[in-house]
């Protein structure tokens, strides 16, 4: 247990539809983070949210949309996906320091696209 | 892109020091070496983190080369649960690049 928490575990949709994954934090961090990871490839760093304002986006298309609405909590609203869109979604908090801050996982959502 | 370069894999016997090495040749004076760790299908988890000092906590050492162009991880007595892809990034603030990592399988 990271006291980082995201929902749902799994989650299998359509390219129509519209779903979104939350995560929540419970260490009272100031940064949140979304990671993509495909299979057997490294993770990818999504967005960066920190003090609830957005300071990363890494090209990410934008059937993805990140919301964080307060520091403790971070939505990615997912849209009009595409199959290769497929992999397993992590959130991560940190304290948001320069330099020494270290990351909490939590445990992936896991999505299917069909 | 990672600035890490990290063996593709390793194995250990189960009982035996782990030592995970990491060569990050281009870091910077204000950059941190971390070591994160994944077990299948789970998130990654934290290890610990360094400057310039060795370091140590219930997990694992981490040894810094003088020159801090390479470091290395150990899990001083590895178990089967240890079995996992282990990371070895350097950050200068709150972004983390992960490259493949090492694989690590311990063997009974």
């Known amino acids: 247990e990271t006291g980082v928490t995201q929902t749902p575990r799994h989650l299998v949709m359509g390219m129509t539809n519209k779903k979104s994954l939350k995560c929540e934090q419970h260490?009272?961090?100031?940064?949140m983070y979304w990671y993509k990871q495909s299979a057997k490839k490294p993770l990818e760093l999504m967005f960066v949210y920190n003090f609830k304002e957005q300071t990363e986006n890494n090209s990410v298309p934008s059937r993805f949309s990140p919301e964080c609405p307060n520091s403790s909590h971070l939505f990615l609203h997912l849209h009009t996906l595409q199959p290769e869109d497929s992999a397993l979604y992590l959130c991560?908090?940190?304290?948001?320091?320069?330099?020494?801050?270290?990351?909490?996982f939590g445990p992936g959502t896991r999505l299917l696209v069909l | 892109d990672a600035k890490t370069t990290q063996p593709p894999s390793m194995d250990c016997a189960e009982g035996r020091a782990a030592n995970l090495p990491c060569n990050h040749s281009t870091i910077s004076g204000n950059e941190y070496v971390y070591w994160y760790r994944q077990i299948h299908s789970q998130g990654p988890q934290y290890i610990i983190h360094g400057l310039k000092n060795n370091e140590t906590n219930e997990m694992a050492s981490l040894i810094i080369t003088e020159d801090r162009k390479s470091s290395t991880l150990i899990l001083p007595h590895a178990t089967l649960r240890d079995t996992a892809v282990y990371y070895c990034i350097v950050n200068s603030y709150d972004k983390v690049i992960f490259g493949p990592g090492t694989s690590l399988s311990v063997i009974p």
């Open positions: 991560a908090s940190s304290q948001g320091e320069r330099g020494g801050s270290s990351q909490y």
């Open positions: 260490l009272g961090h100031n940064a």
